[in-house]
């Protein structure tokens, strides 16, 4: 549809152009141009003719506007002389020439600027301005962006809530604005004390920060969040990752090694994962088949190709693969880890801190229904004044979720 | 869809460019007007088409659309509104873009007002003019399309290089664009008078307004430009002799020469040789400040991201088009008439002197600038050349020229009268005279060529009002008469007096401020003061601030003379995120027109002290001022009614009749 | 005086301004410019006192000290040698440890030196063209990856600087 408008403007301006271009030659017969020394003449007239208006106003001095005048005069009369019986008038083409001049024109202009662009342009792209791809957003976003809204401006009130910073890093990361979302997890890392989830937080925003690159700063926060819990996934994911991006192979290999069998089969990084695992095995020169290429060093700004696109080749598709796990793969990551979470509090639903992180998880991904099911739930599993009871109630006050109510209040 | 119009418009364009800079040659060589005419509709057609590239590249930078590379690499959603258009010549590729538009707008114009041109004359300059926007279309194309896009769309952009977001860079590109690709009208003129073995009469007349547009918005463009690195950069300099600054200033040079050397040719007739020449080397001067700006061969503080494949593509169409017209040249000059004859002493010769003298700085500049490429290239050592091999010879190559300036406008045509000029010029030099002696007493006679300096610009100044003064001759004709003979006075004669005293304001700045500036670098603490030009400079203290897409920490400072506190003046340090980058934003205060500078350093370790650097820089506003004079010299000298080219009537007799009659 | 006389006057008078110039040039040229040299040629050829000349290389790790006032000194190293450096004044924004960056100045004879112009570039991707030139001679750089080094420090930290020269005054 696009593509369609987007060729019948594009035909029209070539169409316009070229008979644009054509006019002179379809019209009868052009005057014939006048021959130079015409041009000549007017110019030595109009210099006499300022000659006077000098000599009038008295800028000039009259000897000096004699000679001149004798100087330009002599040139005159000789251009007039010249002029005379000259012309360049007849000696137009003929027919023939100018048809076959038309038909060039005719055929270049439209053919050779289709089959141009047709090597370079990409017509089917759609213009993808930022405000249109933002708007309209689904119901969701709106209501995660009121949300945002919402936190952001009781933060500005009372910046020490590190709860608050907790709840909003991760929808920062989700957002795209990692900027936002390192300082929210440091922020919250300061308040609330240090945790995996925080560290690991803190090294994913900077990570993408980073346009994908673990850095050394990104880094040295997953390994301090696999301190304090060993078994934290993600932070184990961007190790490898790290890893296999700094081509340290044999330390990559154990890396996707472990995070694989660590992992649940339906992990959204285990196609990374796996790859990651073949492109550091051929390295070591351990197999024979390249079936994935190399992890890239730092997804910065990929290199265009010729044909106007950018290259797209494995390399780059698994770049794209790893920076978007901001963005629908964290999705489906997260809520992989949400499902599992609830499934295991099905079975086993003595856990408190499962069920603090279960409620606080669909907070995050804007799932207040969820949330609060879940709560009543938690509710339900422990008795009102057991001690279990009272941390989920204090928990629910502390992220403003009550089961009651219909709304979430601040 | 709109990008990619912008894109197909782009090609669109080239394929009218191919068109244009062929038939109408085809046809000013058979004598067809049909084919000649083609070269004025592909002129306008080529300009309205790259017109709308330009604008949907605007608009996808307005709208921050990711999926184009181009915007991705420099543009940021939160930059402000204004340097989001800006930023669409804050790069390689747009900044190519805004260069072949305004390319084609030229074009466009020779198309529109040319109508009077002898039509042959006029289809061989927009053939040529075709030539050039074919080639740097091709450039474009193919190693800088702005149009490249990205799929799928990031969702944030890089930002642009923090330190071009700024409002002087909104106007200082484009300004010197319009500056370098103007003379490439008159490079178009040279070698359509070379290809068709004739210079018309009207030739000096039409190329002297052309090169007067370039030559204004270069010298607006260069001062534009001196002024932002001066308060952008925040080294308190105002001219580096950086290599892309040298890049602007040789054709500036050059067009200077030209636009004198064109203005003999127009009255007399003579230097045709010499100003096709010169136009070619202007226009030339002009690629290489491209080349050397764009391919990487320079590292400079303007030369923005390098590819080499660009540097050689730019390098062959520089070789194209400078051999091509240079050996043009050397075939064809031989057959032009030679022109009028003039003694060494009057205004021709005046304007001969000037000629020579500009065109031997230009080539100083041009050795300065390519002799380190050239010790690379051949030995592999690596030098720099800098401020002071500039100041020892574009210098003194300056100093007789300028001497020279009040003369040339009191000579005569032909044959001038030294004698006469210089006793006309008796007040001029005796208000230089009583300027070096002030000069000397001021100092205690120990600055003897800051004295000079000034004794120099203050003849310029009085030197140029002096030429306003005698043509109106109001000594001789008295008071009345001469002030309605000065209001009657063709606007060059203004534009000449001004550009001249434009001239003298700027060399006053560039000597006080050379000669007179201080500077002091020092730690302070909240409290401390320095003293700087009879100013008392107290340190109020520094503070923290976030702006839209940086923060700051700026240090206030109250400015007392005398006790009194007389203004308040800020300096800070910018950090900006997206860039992970640093810049400095110099604090200054103007008065009358001298400026107190004052930039940051480092805060000390204890975080009590920070560094900071003030400068006093009496009169340096003048540089600026002076160019601003000069350009609009320019203009008025523009505005001058003579300077039209008049259509052929059909009665030839007629002049004939004329001209007995006057004769 | 005849009209051939006078042409050959003018032409002369020409070549004199020319040649004045071209003296000009060739003696600003041996005596206003600076060689670019590497910490290893400083160490190597041991430039005389007085002869100008432009250092350039990587700020060392770790050497940068601040007396508390404007004087700093810092050493400047191609990863083989590193020169020490002492400077009075404001460093340029970008200048940073580990980075690009060209001093100008001369050797004193206590082999330490002594800076007049510090230059970083205003750039963040860029590195000033003679340190990486000098660099890839060495094989210590690598076209698209930066600074071939042990740690993973990504080339986007191969920074820095730009020409902070003295006004052209």
Not at chain 1, 86 to 92: D, E, I
Not at chain 2, 308 to 330: E, H, M, N, S, T
Not at chain 3, 100 to 120: I, N, S, Y
Request: aromatic share 10%.
């Amino acid at each position: 549809m696009n593509d369609m408008m987007f060729w019948i403007v594009a035909a029209a301006m070539t169409s316009l152009v070229t008979l644009a271009m054509l006019w002179p030659l379809v019209r009868r017969q052009g005057g014939s141009p006048e021959a130079h020394e015409n041009h000549d003449v007017e110019v030595y007239r109009a210099q006499l003719r300022e000659l006077d208006q000098d000599l009038e106003r008295g800028t000039l001095a009259p000897a000096e506007a004699e000679s001149a005048r004798a100087e330009i005069g002599r040139r005159l009369l000789r251009a007039a002389d010249n002029a005379n019986g000259k012309g360049l008038g007849a000696a137009s083409w003929q027919r023939p020439a100018i048809l076959a001049t038309i038909v060039l024109v005719l055929l270049a202009i439209p053919v050779a600027s289709t089959v141009f662009y047709a090597t370079m342009g990409n017509a089917n792209l759609p213009d993808q301005p930022l405000a249109a791809r933002q708007q309209p957003p689904s119901q969701g976003d709106l209501q995660l962006a009121q949300l945002v809204e919402r936190a952001e401006a009781r933060l500005r009130d009372a910046p020490e809530d590190g709860q608050g910073w907790e709840v909003l890093a991760p929808i920062y990361l989700r957002l795209e604005r990692p900027q936002d979302a390192a300082n929210a997890y440091r922020k919250a890392l300061d308040i609330n004390g240090p945790s995996a989830s925080r560290f690991g937080g803190l090294g994913e925003a900077l990570t993408d920060l980073a346009n994908g690159e673990v850095t050394d700063e990104a880094k040295s926060q997953f390994e301090r969040a696999l301190e304090i819990n060993p078994g934290y996934l993600p932070a184990k994911f961007f190790l490898a990752l790290d890893a296999s991006q700094e081509e340290r192979a044999s330390d990559a290999e154990t890396r996707w090694t472990e995070l694989i069998q660590a992992s649940p089969d339906n992990a959204p990084w285990m196609q990374i994962a796996q790859a990651g695992l073949a492109d550091a095995r051929m390295r070591l020169g351990k197999t024979d088949a390249p079936a994935v290429a190399p992890m890239a060093n730092g997804a910065g700004a990929p290199a265009a190709g010729a044909d106007g696109t950018i290259a797209r080749g494995p390399d780059a598709e698994q770049v794209a693969a790893a920076s978007q796990m901001s963005d629908t793969d964290r999705q489906a990551m997260i809520e992989g880890m949400v499902a599992q979470l609830a499934a295991r509090l099905k079975d086993n639903p003595e856990d408190v801190e499962g069920w603090k992180r279960l409620i606080r998880s669909y907070t995050v991904l804007g799932q207040t229904e969820a949330a609060r099911e879940a709560l009543a739930e938690a509710s339900q599993t422990f008795a009102a004044d057991s001690a279990g009871g009272r941390e989920i109630a204090a928990f629910a006050e502390e992220i403003g979720l009550s089961a009651r109510e219909e709304t979430t209040t601040q | 869809m709109i990008v990619e119009l912008g894109h197909f418009a782009l090609i669109l364009a080239l394929s009218v460019a191919i068109i244009q800079s062929t038939l109408p040659l085809v046809g000013a060589r058979g004598g067809d007007q049909r084919l000649m005419e083609i070269g004025s509709i592909g002129a306008t057609g080529g300009f309205v088409l790259l017109a709308v590239a330009f604008s949907a590249l605007t608009a996808a930078y307005v709208t921050s659309d990711f999926s184009v590379l181009n915007v991705f690499e420099n543009s940021h959603s939160a930059k402000p509104m204004l340097f989001k258009v800006t930023g669409v010549w804050g790069n390689h590729e747009g900044s190519m873009l805004l260069w072949v538009l305004i390319l084609a707008f030229f074009g466009a114009l020779v198309a529109l007002f040319g109508r009077d041109l002898p039509a042959t004359l006029k289809a061989n300059v927009l053939a040529v003019q075709g030539w050039i926007l074919t080639a740097f279309l091709l450039f474009i194309l193919f190693t800088s399309n702005p149009f490249t896009r990205l799929d799928p769309a990031p969702m944030e952009g890089q930002d642009l290089n923090p330190i071009l977001q700024d409002v002087g860079l909104a106007i200082h590109p484009p300004l010197l664009y319009l500056g370098y690709v103007g003379f490439s009208i008159a490079f178009s003129f040279a070698v359509a008078a070379l290809i068709d073995g004739r210079i018309d009469a009207a030739w000096a007349r039409w190329v002297r307004p052309w090169t007067l547009v370039a030559w204004v918005f270069l010298t607006l463009g260069i001062a534009m430009g001196s002024y932002w690195a001066y308060y952008e950069l925040g080294w308190g300099g105002w001219w580096f002799w950086d290599p892309v600054e040298n890049a602007s200033f040789m054709p500036w040079l050059a067009g200077t020469a030209l636009l004198h050397s064109a203005l003999v040719m127009e009255k007399r007739s003579a230097l045709k040789i010499w100003t096709i020449l010169l136009a070619i080397l202007t226009f030339s001067l002009s690629l290489l400040g491209t080349f050397l700006v764009r391919s990487g061969v320079l590292t400079s503080v303007h030369a923005f991201a390098t590819d080499p494949a660009r540097g050689v593509f730019i390098l062959v169409i520089l070789c194209l088009f400078i051999g091509g017209a240079l050996a043009l040249f050397a075939w064809r000059a031989s057959e032009l008439e030679g022109g009028g004859l003039f003694a060494p002493i009057s205004r021709e010769g005046a304007l001969v002197f000037n000629n020579l003298f500009l065109t031997t700085a230009a080539a100083t500049v041009l050795v300065g600038t390519l002799y380190p490429l050239l010790l690379e290239v051949l030995t592999g050592e690596k030098i720099s050349v800098g401020a002071p091999f500039f100041d020892l010879t574009f210098g003194p190559l300056m100093v007789p020229l300028l001497l020279a300036v009040p003369f040339g406008p009191l000579l005569g045509w032909k044959r001038g009268d030294l004698l006469a000029a210089g006793q006309r010029l008796y007040f001029a030099a005796g208000v230089a005279l009583a300027a070096m002696i002030l000069g000397l007493a001021f100092t205690g006679g120990t600055r003897v060529l800051a004295a000079f300096g000034f004794a120099l610009a203050f003849w310029l100044i009085a030197g140029s009002l002096t030429d306003l003064f005698v043509r109106a001759s109001f000594f001789k004709a008295g008071w009345r008469k001469g002030w309605a003979r000065l209001t009657g006075l063709p606007r060059s004669a203004f534009g000449t007096a001004l550009a001249h005293f434009g001239l003298g304001i700027t060399v006053l700045g560039v000597i006080t401020v050379s000669s007179f500036e201080t500077e002091t670098v020092t730690t302070m603490r909240p409290g401390d003061t320095v003293e700087a030009g009879g100013y008392t400079l107290h340190f109020d203290g520094a503070s923290r601030r976030a702006g839209p897409n940086y923060e700051e920490q700026v240090g206030t400072f109250t400015i007392r003379d005398g006790g009194v506190a007389v203004a308040e003046t800020e300096s800070a340090k910018r950090f900006y995120p997206a860039r992970q980058m640093p810049t400095t934003e110099a604090g200054i205060w103007t008065t009358w027109f001298s400026q107190l500078y004052v930039s940051l350093g480092d805060p000390s370790a204890d975080g009590q002290s920070i560094v900071v650097r003030i400068w006093w820089k009496p009169l340096v506003t003048l540089i600026w001022i002076g160019s601003v004079f000069m350009a609009l010299g320019g203009t008025v000298s523009l505005a001058d009614r003579r300077l039209r080219v008049g259509a052929p009537t059909r009665s030839r007799g007629q002049a004939r009749d004329r001209v007995a009659a006057g004769a | 005086m005849t009209r051939k006389a006078k042409r050959l006057y003018s032409i002369g008078a020409i070549l004199l301004v020319i040649g004045a110039a071209a003296g000009l040039v060739l003696t600003a040229l041996s005596d206003s410019i600076a060689y670019f040299h590497s910490p290893t040629d400083v160490v190597e050829k041991m430039p005389g006192p007085g002869q100008r000349i432009r250092l350039g290389g990587l700020v060392e790790e770790g050497s940068v000290v601040r007396d508390g006032s404007t004087h700093v000194t810092f050493k400047i190293t191609d990863s083989i040698e590193s020169v020490p450096v002492t400077y009075t004044g404001i460093l340029p924004d970008l200048f940073r440890e580990g980075q690009g960056v060209v001093a100008e100045g001369m050797l004193a004879p206590d082999r330490v030196f002594q800076a007049d112009t510090v230059l970083a570039k205003h750039d963040e991707t860029y590195m000033p063209k003679e340190v990486v030139d000098d660099l890839k001679a060495r094989g210590l750089w690598e076209d698209g990856k930066g600074m071939v080094k042990k740690t993973g420090s990504s080339p986007e930290d191969a920074v820095s600087a730009t020409d902070a020269g003295g006004a052209g005054s």
